[in-house]
C-alpha cells in the first residue's frame, strides 16, 4: 500500500480515528467511563445537538451555512408553547406547528440565498438575530412552561428500552442517511457542494438543491427544540443560544467539509455529535476544572477543522494528479 493511500484512508476516516482515541483515554482515566448507563446518558444529551446537526450537514455540504438554527429552535419552541397553553392543541399536532414554523424558516434562509444572491453567513446571521428578537418579543423575557405530557416524552422509554429522544435521533440518522447515499436528490446536493457551476451545466436545478437543505436545516431544527423541550420541560430566554456552533462542530468533527461536497450523516455527523458529548462528560469523569473544560472542547474542534483544512487540500492534490496523468 503505498503513501499516498495510506493518507487518504487516515484523512477520510480521521473521524473514527479521533473517536476511538478520545473514547480509551477518557475509559483508561477514568473506568466508570466505560459503563453502560454513561453511554446511554451521552446518547440522551446529543439526541436534540445530533437531530439539529443533521440539518447542518445537509447544508454545509452545499458549501453554505446556516446560523439561525439556534433561533430557529427557539422560535418554534415557543409558538408550539403558545398551542399547547392557549390554544389547547394536543402535543402531536403542536409538534407539528412547530415543524412549520421551522420550514418556514428554512425557507426564508432559501429564498434570501437562492433567489436574492445573498450569502448564506450574512443571511442566516441576520434571520438569527430577526427569529430571536420575535420569539423574544413574544415571550416578553419570560420563561415558558409546558405541561407533563410534553416533559412525559423525554422520560418515556419506547418498550422500557431506550428513552424517546434517543428513538428519535435514531429515526432521523436513517432517513437522512438512506436520503443523501440512496436518491437523485442526495447525490445532487453532493453534486451542487462540489461545483455549484459544474452542477448547473450538468442540468441540475441549484435553486431548488438549496431550497431542499435550508428547509430541511430548519425543520430538523424546530424537531431538535421539540426534543430538547421534552428534556427540559420549559423555555428560558436563552434557550438554544450558540446551540448552532455546536452542531456545526459535530458536523466538522465527523468529517463534514465546510468548503462543500465532503461529508455523511452516518457514521459522519453522528460520531461528531456523540464526540462531543463524550468530550464533555469525559472532562467531568476525569475532574478537569470547570472552566478549563470549554478550551480543551474548542482544542478539539480547532483540531478537527485543521483536519478538514488537509484533507481538502490533500484531495485536490489527488485529483490534480489524476488530471496529468490523464493528459499525459
Known amino acids: 500500500m503505498n503513501r499516498e493511500r495510506v493518507t487518504k484512508i487516515v484523512l477520510s476516516n480521521s473521524a473514527l480515528i479521533v473517536f476511538v482515541m478520545l473514547f480509551v483515554i477518557f475509559g483508561v482515566a477514568a473506568p466508570r467511563f466505560f459503563s453502560v448507563k454513561n453511554a446511554e446518558n451521552i446518547m440522551y444529551s446529543a439526541s436534540y445537538i445530533g437531530i439539529m446537526a443533521i440539518g447542518m450537514t445537509f447544508v454545509l455540504l452545499t458549501g453554505g451555512i446556516d446560523l439561525s438554527i439556534g433561533s430557529n429552535m427557539y422560535l418554534s419552541s415557543i409558538v408550539a408553547g403558545v398551542a399547547i397553553n392557549f390554544w389547547g392543541f394536543p402535543v402531536w399536532a403542536a409538534l407539528l406547528v412547530a415543524l412549520v414554523v421551522g420550514a418556514v424558516f428554512g425557507i426564508v434562509n432559501a429564498i434570501l440565498i437562492s433567489r436574492a444572491g445573498l450569502l448564506p453567513f450574512v443571511t442566516t446571521l441576520g434571520t438569527l438575530i430577526a427569529g430571536r428578537g420575535l420569539g423574544l418579543y413574544i415571550t416578553r423575557s419570560t420563561s415558558v412552561d409546558f405541561p407533563s405530557s410534553v416533559s412525559m ?23 437522512s442517511h438512506v436520503f443523501l447515499t440512496r436518491t437523485q436528490r442526495g447525490r445532487q446536493i453532493y453534486a451542487v457542494g462540489n461545483s455549484a457551476e459544474a452542477a ?16 430541511l436545516s430548519g425543520v430538523f431544527a424546530a424537531l431538535g427544540g421539540f426534543v430538547s423541550v421534552a428534556q427540559l420541560g420549559r423555555i428560558q430566554p436563552n434557550f438554544g443560544e450558540m446551540d448552532e456552533l455546536d452542531a456545526i462542530a459535530a458536523a466538522v468533527l465527523g468529517g463534514t467539509s465546510l468548503f462543500g461536497g465532503i461529508g455523511s450523516v452516518f457514521p459522519g455527523t453522528v460520531l461528531g455529535t456523540v464526540m462531543i458529548q463524550m468530550i464533555q462528560a469525559g472532562l467531568v469523569f476525569v475532574n478537569m ?21 488537509l484533507r481538502t487540500r490533500q484531495i485536490q492534490k489527488m485529483q490534480r494528479r489524476r488530471i496529468l496523468k490523464q493528459t499525459e
Open 153 to 175: 416524552m423525554g422520560a418515556v422509554r419506547l418498550g422500557g428500552v431506550l428513552p424517546l429522544p434517543i428513538i428519535i435521533f435514531a429515526g432521523v440518522v436513517v432517513i
Open 200 to 215: 448547473s451545466k450538468a442540468g441540475i436545478n441549484t435553486t431548488q438543491i438549496l431550497m431542499t437543505v435550508y428547509i
Open 289 to 309: 476544572d470547570l472552566y478549563i473544560q470549554p478550551i480543551v472542547t474548542a482544542g478539539i474542534i480547532f483540531a478537527a477543522v485543521f483536519i478538514d483544512s
